[in-house]
């Protein structure tokens, strides 16, 4: 007998199985949302509408009553960044910008660092603070810096704010950005609004392209490693061989790229076939030659938010060589903080400033000796060995639960290394070392080369998708484990 309470319920927030890209409801949300879409094409005030209903919808089965959040944030910033625009007054201007400021990151303060706080007073001044019953909203920390780049962009002059309160929350709640990102820019969203929805055949191949190697990435390589391997390693390393500690740091670059690329892929691959273009937020970030490049390829909408937003404000390289050093420290400090309320973070910032301003030192002294052999491949590879094994070391501090963790992984990595073990270990890894080595490969791949097969292959008969798309469900079907995986950078 049908049980309608049941179907009725199926559209309710479900706090052990929140609506992500990877979640079974996605696929009948999207079937609906596509043909809804499409039929509204050309009628652009209901095609909006629809657009945002969806979009508040999608992040309600996401996160429940935190949607509020997300239209509050954007009534606050929409009637602010206006009222700077209109202000002639310098003091008045700054003064609705600092509001601002302070509405969205006091709401990011609040939720994400308040008991990390009470916890350091409490530790430090030997105080007894008890910590607040306080739920991180899903995403704030995604659409506060859009908030927040959005007002300063207007402050500064460089955008105009729109006129109408439904194509900034379109902005603001746009459903593929809108839990993890990419953090994406008014700039670059806002003037597509209102373009006639056209879909052309390499838009829609790109698009599954990224769909479909985005969430390969994902569910099948980031999830069956996570699950397989790289947990319960980081869980408790002193149970483990250095050899396995080792691979379990490796494991862990392959789980976070994949995991948080995957889903920036599908997300930026969803928005093509909506009509919409979001900017790459990676570009294979350990082909990096450097800690440098590492950050115009990993993460790139918010190293370029912390870039143009706080590093730049601060002063950047323009006001002496101490004074850049400090300033990159900071920026990265607070860009660590930004990924979570703990000291772990913290100090992975503080590496990778560290990182920055040596290498700009290292530049500065070595750029005129090293010059005539800048090309080499053996040159290049050894620098691109070098940064990625720094970045895995840093990935130790992101990923441990605490410094304890962190210093008995180390530990066992630099004392108990017995390669002896190799045999017993690859027996018991097989499938593990296999999807580790898969992605490395992929990520290998130069950057443009599906643009450059799509290009050749783009007038694919609809058979042939719906072929790859089968492929990919019997593959995952296989690697799928019984517990869902959450993205990691959900709960940022």
């Known amino acids: 007998m049908f049980d309608f309470e049941a179907f009725l319920n199926q559209f309710l927030y479900d706090p052990k199985n929140p609506l992500l890209f990877n979640n079974g409801f996605f696929v009948f949300f999207f079937a609906i949302f596509m043909t809804s879409y499409y039929l509204l094409r050309n009628n652009f005030p209901a095609r909006k509408y629809l657009f945002t209903f969806f979009s508040l919808y999608f992040f309600y089965k996401a996160s429940g009553f935190f949607v509020v959040f997300v239209i509050l944030s954007a009534i606050v910033d929409y009637f602010l960044s206006n009222a700077i625009y209109r202000q002639q007054n310098k003091r008045k201007k700054k003064f609705l910008l600092v509001c601002s400021i302070v509405f969205n990151l006091g709401l990011l303060v609040y939720f994400k660092y308040t008991n990390f706080f009470i916890a350091t007073c409490n530790e430090l001044l030997q105080t007894n603070f008890n910590p607040l019953n306080i739920l991180l909203p899903v995403g704030i920390s995604f659409y506060t810096f859009e908030n927040l780049s959005y007002t300063i962009d207007v402050y500064r002059g460089q955008f105009v704010p729109v006129r109408k309160f439904t194509d900034y929350l379109l ?28 879909i052309s055949e390499n838009d829609f191949a790109k698009g599954f392209y990224l769909i479909i190697s985005g969430l390969f990435k994902k569910l099948v390589i980031s999830d069956f490693i996570t699950q397989n391997f790289v947990d319960y390693i980081f869980d408790d390393p002193t149970r483990y061989t250095g050899l396995e500690n080792l691979f379990a740091v490796y494991g862990y670059a392959v789980v976070i790229y ?234 940022f």
């Not at 902005?171 to 056209?198: E, N």
């Not at 850049?324 to 503080?350: C, E, R």
């Open 171 to 198: 902005f603001l709640s746009f459903f593929p950005k809108l839990v993890m990102g990419p953090i994406v820019r008014a700039s670059d969203f806002i003037p597509q609004i209102d373009k006639p929805y056209a």
């Open 258 to 491: 994949c995991d948080f690329s995957g889903y920036s892929d599908v997300a930026i691959g969803i928005a093509k076939w909506l009509g919409f273009t979001i900017p790459v937020n990676f570009r294979s970030p350990y082909q990096s030659r450097n800690i440098t490049e590492f950050w115009r390829r990993w993460h790139i909408s918010l190293s370029s938010w912390l870039r143009d937003y706080l590093y730049i404000p601060l002063g950047g390289n323009r006001k002496g060589v101490v004074r850049t050093y400090i300033n990159l420290m900071l920026t990265m400090l607070l860009g660590g903080l930004w990924h979570g309320a703990s000291w772990n973070f913290i100090a992975w910032g503080g590496l990778h400033g560290l990182a920055l301003a040596f290498h700009k030192i290292w530049k500065q002294k070595t750029e005129k000796i090293f010059k005539p052999v800048n090309n080499s491949f053996w040159i290049n590879a050894l620098s691109v060995l070098i940064t990625f094994h720094f970045v895995c070391f840093c990935w130790i501090f992101f990923k441990a639960a605490d410094f304890t963790i962190a210093g008995d992984m180390i530990y066992q990595i630099t004392h108990s290394f017995d390669i002896s073990v190799w045999g017993a270990f690859f027996n018991n890894y097989k499938p593990v070392l296999a999807l580790m080595l898969l992605a490395y490969l992929l990520h290998a791949i130069p950057d443009d080369l599906a643009d450059k097969v799509i290009g050749r292959f783009r007038k694919v008969p609809l058979v042939y998708y719906l072929g790859v798309f089968f492929i990919f469900v019997m593959i995952y079907g296989f690697f799928k484990s019984s517990e869902p995986v959450m993205p990691i950078y959900l709960r």
